[in-house]
């Protein structure tokens, strides 16, 4: 099977004149498959969103250096023009956010947010399009949809207004839906909503999933393969059973000692990862995790690991469980 | 006696219309009738999702809000009679560590100076060394005290306002989401941290947060709160082992585990539709609009009260009407129609003229 999406050796800096460039992601390479899920997981600031917006080509026009192949069906999307990305944009490929309020129109009827690119990108006339998002509404559980067409956004609560999203960019059937912290904002029962939502969406469309986030729980039960970032990097990367079953990066490793459990022993010290990733940003070379990492050599400071793919994608000098 | 004990308190924000002549047009019942008591020592946990008065409850036992209606009592005292110099002592007593350290700290103040602002607040008097002491205590590099918040991570700004917290010698800390913006990885420093400085200064807590696996780690006991009220109390072992409210259940099987096979296993509750506005509290048990086990009788018309069932170890309390058949599995869980809340409902808000279409907004 040929992967849908493969990116690699994605390169983003930051540029600003009078100041040396600051590197977001670090030569992130990965592949989804079709009608796969694939996680993206990691703290604040390794550098999950600004891969999304690279690859969705929504990085800020100015200010930055994007490096790298991103090919979708194997076509190159860095080597489209705008025009044509906007073109795919939508139909191939499509994003939600974490703050729907944000990505929707707040002065434009949610109806016609969705009604609009139904006919911009299928062709469809006002009608047919005004049936077609009652469809669509009702697909994604939002409740008596012919009369939520009229509704602004800040008339829905935030489960509905992401219900609302995911509507508009599940209109033209995209093959590719990338998720970008869907959930972080709500609670956790309008949270299992959305996710048994795209589950199911993923399920009967075949549509594939990029799921961004930074909670492990979520990547646990929905992911097929999951990504761990850190840094800018990719460190480790398996399927979920094997990735939780036996971490092999230190990193992966700490954060999920770090995380109480709802059936873990109460009341003992959790084994937390010591630092924070601000400790050393900005990283030159040799490995982003080195000064908080129980298992660092000598090597870790001044080599960066060399990614190693040997059952699981690996990134480490020493990881976890080596001799 | 307990350290603190609470009592019917209610917290009702009038929702008031008109800009020359404002009139109250209704209520946002934030909090209405909970009582609770926190022994010295203990940990008392707080979860519910958002909008259901947590945050309010945490201020109203601070004297920081007015409530409405009830007691507080601390220390066998009853909070609300304290005025003037008093309440000032008082208050020494019970501080507060909050969600955003960096919103609660002064930007343009080091952490010297923030921390001999709290005692001197207080007529307490700290030399270097005790302020030393305190930035020890918590984990803060050395060299702190002459840095300034923003120097900080998000994880040491919040250990910053711990030890603001901590440096006029509390008996009770209420900490209302206090990790819930730092990474897990972080977070963890924060909660061991915590724990450490309860056992060796013999700290009562109040902990306040959404996250149930959060609350269950530091807790000795929860409460679980919907729109409001505590549908259910017991002791943080007991509670998830048996969650008896259909509310606790449903919150429990939404929390994702980062392990696999148990998520593969796990059967979810899902909750239809939204939380309902507290302005407009259904009727009766609150959680009818959306309990998979509502019953014709009662559920939309008698609000339930915490009650002990036979059988439940001691402190266990659920206020649900039909508990012993839902435990005993004699009534099953159905489906239940999403009723959606206007979040517009009760506030009157403008919405633009019909657009006929976006390029006409958008002025494409
Ligand atoms: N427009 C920008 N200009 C400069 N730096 C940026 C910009 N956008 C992001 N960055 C930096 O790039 C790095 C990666 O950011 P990114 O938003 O991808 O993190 P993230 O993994 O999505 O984190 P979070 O979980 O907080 O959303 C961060 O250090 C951030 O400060
Ligand atoms: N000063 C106020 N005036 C009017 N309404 C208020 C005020 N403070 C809070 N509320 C309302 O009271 C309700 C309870 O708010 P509260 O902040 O206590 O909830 P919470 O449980 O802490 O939520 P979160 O998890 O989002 O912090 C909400 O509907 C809120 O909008
Ligand atoms: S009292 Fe009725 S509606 Fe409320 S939780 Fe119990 S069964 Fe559900
Ligand atoms: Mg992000
Ligand atoms: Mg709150």
Known sequence: ?323 | MSLLEVEDLAVHFPITQGTLVSRTVGHVYAVDGVSLTIEQGETYGLVGESGCGKSTLGRAILKLTEPTRGSVRFDGRDVAALKGEELRKARRRFQMVFQDPLSSLDPRQSVESLLQEGMKAHGLTGGHARLQELVDAVGLPKGSLRRYPHEFSGGQRQRIGIARALCVEPDLIVADEPVSALDVSVQAQVLNLLSRLQAELGLTYLVIAHDLAVVRHVSDRVGVMYLGGIVEEAPAGDLYADPQHPYTKALLSAVPTPDPEAEDRRERILLAGDLPSPAAPPSGCRFHTRCPWRQADRCATERPELRQLEGAPAGHRVACHHAEAIKAGTIRPHEVDATLVDEAAGFPVDGPDHASSVQEILGR
């Open chain 1, 1 to 323: 099977m040929s992967a849908l999406l493969e990116v690699e050796d994605l390169k983003v800096a930051f540029t600003r004149r009078g100041e040396p460039d600051s590197v977001a992601v670090d030569g992130v390479s990965f592949d989804v498959q079709p009608g796969e899920i694939v996680g993206l997981v990691g703290e604040s600031g390794c550098g999950k969103s600004v891969t999304s917006l690279a690859i969705m080509r929504l990085l800020p026009e100015r200010g930055n250096r994007v490096t790298g192949s991103i090919r979708m069906d194997g076509d190159e999307l860095t080597a489209l023009s705008d025009g044509q990305l906007r073109e795919r944009r939508g139909r191939d490929l499509s994003m939600i956010f974490q703050d729907p309020l944000s990505s929707l129109n707040p002065v434009i009827t949610v109806g016609l947010q969705i009604t609009e690119v139904l006919t911009r990108h299928r062709g469809m006339d006002k009608k047919a399009a005004r049936a077609e998002a009652v469809e669509l509404l009702d697909r994604v559980g939002i409740p008596d949809p012919r009369r939520r067409l009229d509704a602004y956004p800040h008339q829905l609560s935030g489960g509905m207004r992401q219900r609302a999203l995911i509507a508009i960019a599940l209109a033209c059937s995209p093959r590719l839906l990338i998720a970008d912290e869907p959930t972080t904002a709500l609670d956790v029962t309008i949270q299992a909503q959305i996710l048994d939502l795209l589950k199911q969406l993923v399920a009967e469309t075949g549509t594939a999933l990029v799921m961004i986030t930074h909670d492990l729980g979520v990547v646990a039960g929905l992911c097929d393969r999951v990504n761990v970032l850190y840094g800018g990097r990719i460190v480790e990367r398996a399927e979920r059973h094997e990735l939780f079953r036996a971490p092999r990066h230190p990193y992966t490793h700490g954060l999920l000692g770090s995380i109480p459990r709802l059936d873990g022993p109460p009341g003992e010290d959790l084994a937390a990862i010591k630092g924070s990733v601000n400790d050393n940003l900005p990283w030159t070379s040799a490995c982003a995790f080195a000064p908080r990492c129980p298992n660092a050599l000598e090597v870790c400071t001044s080599v960066t690991p060399a990614p190693v793919e040997d059952g699981r994608f690996l990134r480490c000098h020493n990881p976890v469980g080596a001799s």
